[in-house]
């Protein structure tokens, strides 16, 4: 599908707006006002959502068939930008350094593109502005809304500011590491350091827990999976000669694959359950499951690659990343396939300085377009 150089500079203008005026997560009230408008006057139904922040719109094809989802995120973070562009954030310590400006009018653009060629749509498209995702709670909120009912299939983007543009890079599986934290409280018996058999010591039990926990990845994880398991924060005793009645350790387990997301918490809570009572003592376990893993479902590995290949663009095997995204949270429901999208940036997510090269969206307008109308045909068949 054709991008005109007209839909193209509108969309870079509503991009350079929406990057002057970045809003943090849950507080995307101009921007959703905004985007609200932008769909109408197009003539893009906004779905009757209850939302604070937030769009949800759908494109309703000529032809049956069932609806697939392509999603943007919205939100900005709280970093003060320092990026040498011609339009900066006017929202004092705001920034789009994540480049979710971009995330938004490629999806808009396909909106548009797509509403003018429904006669080529075998079902419906839902097109979710999602906001919050920098604090990982926007996907979830939705998904509580119902926005996934009746949806098969949810695709999505990330720019990559490494890759060139014009080049999108596709990895079925586990593209984005899940994020775990914990909190593991050691208790036992405090008392003088010189009788410690009166006490039951919470720093031997934790001293060796550190240790042996990586066994977990080394000895118990299939080869095939791969995690980290990294303890942050040590917390007991407070002078030389008592020993305190616990200690606390903190850390994060990220990893790649759903089942060793789900095997490594049981294994940790098993081995500090025999750690504490080898030694008299009790254990405290909690995990706070944070972020999935992004999954990749394979069924729409071929239609994704072969709409990049029908735009000729560059087709590159993505390189995974331990940073996460709460679009994963999608792909625990209904499956769902996230790319990377390159905008050839100079500096990486996040980063003060962080830009990109807008000629990107040309290029994921023409392929989220594509895809919806490639993947609802491939549903049909
Ligand atoms: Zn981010
Ligand atoms: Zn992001």
Known sequence: MHVTDELLHDLIDKRRYLHEHPELAFKEVNTTKKLKDWLSE???????????????????????????????????????????????????????????????????????????????????????????????????????????????????????????????????????????????????????????????????????????????????????????????????GNTWNVIPDKVVLQGTVRTFQPEARDAIPRMMKQLAISIAEGYGGTVEFKWDAYLPVVNNDRAYEEVIQNTVKGLEYELVDAEPSAAGE?????????????????????NEWHHPEYDLNEDAIKVAVAF????????LEQEAE
């Open 42 to 236: 197009n003539d893009i139904a906004v779905l009757p959502y209850d939302l604070d922040t937030g769009v949800i719109a759908e494109i309703k094809g000529e032809k049956e068939g069932p609806t697939i989802a392509i999603r943007a995120d919205i939100d900005a973070l709280p970093i003060k930008e320092e990026a040498a562009v011609p339009f900066p954030s006017k929202n004092n310590g705001v920034m789009h350094a994540c480049g979710h400006d971009f995330h938004t009018v490629s999806v808009l653009g396909a909106a548009i593109l797509l509403n003018k060629h429904r006669d080529r749509l075998y079902g419906t498209v839902r097109i979710i502005f999602q906001p919050a995702e920098e604090i990982a709670q926007g996907a979830k909120s939705l998904v509580d809304k119902g926005v996934l009912e009746g949806v098969k299939a949810i695709f999505g983007m990330h720019n990559k500011p490494d890759l060139p543009v014009g080049t999108i890079g596709v990895k079925s599986e586990g593209l984005m590491a899940s994020v775990d934290k914990f909190d593991i409280t050691f208790n036992g018996i405090g008392g003088h350091a010189g009788i410690p058999h009166h006490t039951i010591d919470p720093i031997v039990m934790a001293s060796h827990y550190v240790t042996s926990v990586q066994s977990i990845v080394a000895r118990r994880l299939d080869l095939f999976h791969n995690a980290v398991v990294s303890i942050t924060s040590i917390n007991g």
């Open 326 to 346: 709460d679009f994963a949270f999608y792909q625990t429901y209904i499956p769902g396939y996230f790319v990377w999208m390159g905008v050839d940036g100079p």
């Open 368 to 375: 989220f377009a594509t895809l919806a109308v490639n993947a």
